[in-house]
T-cell receptor, first 114, second 110 residues
């Protein structure tokens, strides 16, 4: 069974540009989560989507946005890129939106802003 | 300010030694998860603990959830070089939002 898949693996953008990252959850999973892992800051929660809707959002500016498609895959968009947006962006999925659920991570997308 | 304080940040030990990583918070979590992450890869789930006082074992790894569900520990017995990696604890709060600790970088030297 395929795990959580993310694309692209690496992305290089210049300041001010927009970046789009994609995630396909494990088959049967309806919840998708996005995390940012920046050097020295650890894993920071970005967004949670379930059944096509945004359920929760971390402390990030509005230029971080995303969506979940009917097939439960998801996109993370980062507008007006800043140098400090350079990080590993991790997508995770879970099978249900309940307490004690287990989430599984993809391998991440490395975004470098120059 | 980290909601989940993880310690130590770095640990470098010899093969065969034992170690404990701690994850502490003033908040109560409905569950707590431990992950291991290797360079260039995403975190891989090791265990989920749900009940206060729960102890789970995974080969040489022992995980404990505090009675009040505010803290957790990971104990590794007879560490091996293959245990080297970043260990992350993550607490689940309301709304399925996982809060991560800053991580513990473990290096086991042979």
């Amino acid at each position: 069974e395929a795990g959580v898949t993310q694309s692209p693996t690496h992305l290089i953008k210049t300041r001010g540009q927009q970046a789009t990252l994609r995630c396909s959850p494990i088959s049967g999973h309806t919840s998708v989560y996005w995390y940012q892992q920046a050097l020295g800051l650890g894993l920071q929660f970005l967004l949670w989507y379930d059944e096509g809707e945004e359920r929760n959002r971390g402390n990030f500016p509005p230029r971080f946005s995303g969506r979940q498609f009917p097939n439960y895959s998801s996109e993370l968009n980062v507008n007006a890129l800043e140098l400090e947006d350079s990080a590993l962006y991790l997508c995770a999925s879970s099978s249900y939106a309940g307490s004690g659920n287990t989430i599984y991570f993809g391998e991440g997308s490395w975004l470098t802003v120059v | 300010t980290q909601l989940l304080e993880q310690s130590p940040q770095f640990l470098s030990i010899q093969e065969g030694e034992n170690l404990t990583v701690y994850c502490n918070s003033s908040s109560v979590f409905s569950s707590l998860q431990w992950y291991r992450q290797e360079p260039g890869e995403g975190p891989v789930l090791l265990v989920t603990v749900v009940t206060g006082g729960e102890v789970k074992k995974l080969k040489r790894l022992t995980f404990q959830f505090g009675d009040a569900r505010k803290d957790s520990s990971l104990h590794i017995t007879a560490a091996q070089p293959g245990d080297t990696g970043l260990y992350l604890c993550a607490g689940e709060k309301n709304g399925n939002k996982l809060v991560f600790g800053a991580g513990t970088i473990l290096r086991v030297k042979s």
